[in-house]
C-alpha cells in the first residue's frame, strides 16, 4: 500500500491558539486524503475529505472554518484546528486512499492533541 | 454517516484461545474492512472482503461477510499477547472507480489476550 506520514505525533497547545496537523503520502501521487477524529475509547469518525486543488468536503456536525484543510499539491494535505479549545483535545488521523496497487486505504500514525 | 455496531465491546481470553468478534452495518457496501489499533496508535489494516465474497483467510485471520444479514466476524486463531489491541470494521459505501469515499467505522471491539 501507500506510505503516509503524519506529523506531529502529539502536540499540546494552549487554549485559543491554532495547531497546523501535516499528512504527507511519501510514495504515491493523492488526489483524495481523508481526516478522522477519534475520542478516547471510541472510534473513528470521518471529518473530512480533503480533495487536491480544491475545497474539502465536510462531513456534518463538523466546523469548515474550525478545522481548515489544504491540499496544495498530491502529496500534502493539512488540517488546522483554529482557536482550539479544550473539547477539541483528541486523535486526529489522515488516510490515503490508493487505487493503483490494487485498493486499500492507508492511515497515519495520527495525532494527539491536547488542548490546555 | 451510519456508523456499524461491534461486539463485544471488550473480550478478554487466554493466550492461545480463539477469538471472534463481530461487526454489523446498516446500508449496502462495496466492501469490509477489519483494522487493528494498538493503543494510541494508528491504524493497521488486516484484511479486506468485498461484497460478494463470503470468506477470507490471511494467516491467522479469517473473516465472513453475510451481505443479507449486514454482518462480518472477524476471528483470530491461537491468539497471542501480541494480538492485544482494539479491533475495528470499516465498510465503504461508494467506489464508482472515479473517486473515494470515507470509511465508515465500527465502535470497535478491544481485545485482550491474557499471557
Known amino acids: 500500500g501507500a506510505v503516509v506520514s503524519q506529523h506531529p505525533s502529539w502536540v499540546i497547545c494552549k487554549s485559543g491558539t491554532s495547531v497546523k496537523i501535516e499528512c504527507r503520502s511519501l510514495?504515491?501521487?493523492?488526489?483524495?486524503m481523508f481526516w478522522y477524529r477519534q475520542f478516547p475509547k471510541q472510534s473513528l469518525m470521518l471529518m473530512a475529505t480533503s480533495n487536491e486543488g480544491s475545497k474539502a468536503t465536510y462531513e456534518q456536525g463538523v466546523e469548515k472554518d474550525k478545522f481548515l484543510i489544504n491540499h496544495a499539491s498530491l502529496t500534502l494535505s493539512t488540517l488546522t484546528v483554529t482557536s482550539a479549545h479544550p473539547e477539541d483535545s483528541s486523535f486526529y488521523i489522515c488516510s490515503v486512499s490508493y487505487r493503483d496497487r490494487g485498493y486499500g486505504y492507508t492511515f497515519g500514525s495520527g495525532t494527539r492533541l491536547t488542548v490546555v | 454517516s451510519q456508523q456499524g455496531e461491534e461486539d463485544p465491546q471488550a473480550l478478554s481470553i487466554q493466550e492461545g484461545e480463539n477469538a471472534t468478534m463481530n461487526c454489523s452495518y446498516k446500508t449496502s457496501i462495496n466492501n469490509l474492512q477489519w483494522y487493528r489499533q494498538n493503543s494510541g496508535r494508528g491504524l493497521v489494516h488486516l484484511i479486506l472482503i468485498r461484497s460478494n465474497e463470503r470468506e477470507k483467510h490471511s494467516g491467522r485471520l479469517r473473516v465472513t461477510l453475510d451481505t443479507s444479514k449486514k454482518s462480518s466476524s472477524l476471528l483470530i486463531t491461537a491468539s497471542r499477547a501480541a494480538d492485544t489491541a482494539s479491533y475495528f470494521c470499516a465498510t465503504d459505501f461508494q467506489y464508482s472507480g472515479g473517486g473515494a469515499d470515507g470509511l465508515t467505522f465500527g465502535k470497535g471491539t478491544h481485545l485482550i489476550i491474557q499471557p
Open positions: 510514495d504515491f501521487q493523492a488526489t483524495t
